[in-house]
């Protein structure tokens, strides 16, 4: 994934919290996902604006994580969101 | 017991079309009997506070009842997804505009075809050029497009095109779903069942595309379940994750459950859905394994396919517990085989009525 690009969710996925479990999730045409807090921490910051590096520095300054393990987390979500068309595609 | 995720909401039963392979059941509700939009109002309210998170809009077509727009106002105030299910007539620019200022999240389209003179001869009716336009009208006012193509013998070998005009509408989905046979599909079998040879080569050309496309246009090919060899999973277990209200206000585990002639399904004008998804003895029908028997009672597949689909188990021997016909193991499987040994004819069908159009 190049660290240039801009994530963001894209327009078909809604985030927002369940009403029943009071928890994160996404949601698309096809489903919900439900998030974990530190998923839903990282969408926040998701907003098309932020690059990665961004991102990453931001979740540094409000978690007290490795840097390295805040990395792996931001990829690895995005690549699942991606792979599953959930991330707006250009940028 | 789990909660609900989806409601599927069947508005009305009419509809300008009339294709052959139609999913709603032979007795088409009339207009007479539909819900009225107050009561839909109060039974989006319920399935929100029941755990719902997604509405799809469907039919008969949904564009024909009259206070569509309210009910997705309800959904979006109640925080569910909505998505409209819709053969696209009447599909204008301006009625799509108002939807999504209704809160509409997404809109799926069916075509019968890739090209007009296919489609159609298959829709009954001259529609295949206005769907095309909606299909651009969706779009333009910014709202994401899937589109949904029933594939059969007299369509599956035009995959191709089929695919590429999706790409060229700029869907970000396109569900090639084989004809499942309920409804007026299963009136119409012989005309509708591909061949092993069409469903084989069907399965090649999505493969190709999904391996070209990537995530850029999702593929989603639904399997067709006669010529496998186990039964496609019950939704995720029967009264688990979905239910069905249709036109007259009947609630049912799936879309299909009414080819089970002794069940009794609840209605929503009698009942509140949480006692319905709670309590009624049609949702607690099949959950769990106690109900089935063998081969199934004793398979570890029970897992992932739940016995497959009871709904088809009805429909072919007229007992709703017995294993899927479709099942390698089923003692009925020689009814599948049967249907697929039978001269086929294809085109040869009787399109369902279009009802109160
Ligand atoms: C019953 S239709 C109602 C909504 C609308 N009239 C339409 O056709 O889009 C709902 C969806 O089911 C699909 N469908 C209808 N009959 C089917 C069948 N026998 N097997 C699989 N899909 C079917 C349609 O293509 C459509 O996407
Ligand atoms: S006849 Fe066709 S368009 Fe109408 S409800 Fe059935 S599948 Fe949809
Ligand atoms: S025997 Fe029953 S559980 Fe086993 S594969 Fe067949 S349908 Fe599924």
């Not at chain 2, 809160?103 to 206005?130: K, N, T, Y």
């Not at chain 2, 007229?318 to 086929?344: Q, S």
């Amino acid at each position: 994934m190049p660290s240039t690009m801009r994530p963001e969710l894209a327009p078909h996925v809604r985030r927002q919290i369940d009403r029943v479990s009071g928890r994160p999730m996404l949601l698309h045409p096809e489903g919900a996902v439900e998030l974990s807090e530190s998923a839903d921490a990282i969408l926040a910051l998701c907003d098309g604006a932020r690059g990665v590096e961004e991102i990453i520095a931001a979740l540094a300054a409000e978690f007290d994580a490795p840097e390295a393990t805040l990395r792996a987390d931001v990829e690895s979500l995005l690549a699942a969101l991606a792979g599953r068309g959930l991330l707006k595609s250009s940028s | 017991m789990s909660r609900p995720y989806g409601l599927l909401a069947e508005l009305t039963h009419r509809c300008p079309l009339r294709c052959p392979y139609c999913s709603n059941p032979l007795e088409l509700a009339a207009r007479r009997e539909e819900l009225p939009p107050a009561e839909w109002q109060r039974v989006l309210a319920e399935a929100a506070a029941l755990g719902v998170v997604q509405v799809g809009f469907s039919g008969g077509e949904p564009l024909l009842y009259e206070g569509l727009e309210l009910l997705i106002e309800t959904a979006r105030r109640e925080g569910m997804y909505s998505n409209l299910i819709t053969s696209a007539v009447g599909l204008t620019p301006a009625r799509a505009a108002r939807l999504r200022a209704a809160g509409l999240d997404a809109v799926q389209i069916s075509l019968q075809a890739d090209e007009a003179e296919v489609g159609d001869a298959v829709a009954g009716a001259r529609v295949h050029a206005a769907k095309l336009a909606a299909a651009a009208a969706v779009r333009d006012a910014g709202l994401p497009l899937g589109l949904n193509v029933v594939l059969h013998a007299g369509t599956i070998d035009r995959l191709d095109g089929i695919i590429r005009l999706a790409e060229s509408l700029g869907a970000i989905r396109l569900e090639l779903a084989n004809v499942q046979f309920y409804g007026w599909a299963h009136a119409n079998r012989a005309a509708l069942l591909p061949t092993r040879e069409q469903v084989d080569r069907a399965a090649e050309v999505v493969a190709a595309h999904a391996e070209r496309l990537g995530p850029r246009l999702a593929l989603i090919y639904v399997l067709p379940d006669y010529h496998e060899r186990r039964p496609k999973p019950c939704l995720h277990g029967w009264g688990s994750r979905a239910l069905t209200v249709n036109p007259r206000g009947d609630v049912l585990p799936c879309q299909a459950a009414n080819a089970i002639p002794d069940l009794e399904f609840p209605n929503v004008r009698d009942h509140d859905l949480a006692w319905i998804w709670r309590e009624s003895a049609a949702f607690n029908r099949f959950r769990g394994f106690e109900w089935m028997p063998e081969p199934c009672r004793s398979c570890p597949e029970r897992e992932r396919d739940f016995g497959g689909c009871r709904c088809q188990a009805a429909l072919l021997t007229g007992d709703a517990t017995r294993t899927d016909p479709v099942c390698e193991f089923a003692p009925d499987r020689g009814l599948i085989d049967a249907v697929l040994a039978a001269p086929a004819a294809p085109g040869d069908w009787r399109y369902r009525p279009a009802a109160g159009a």
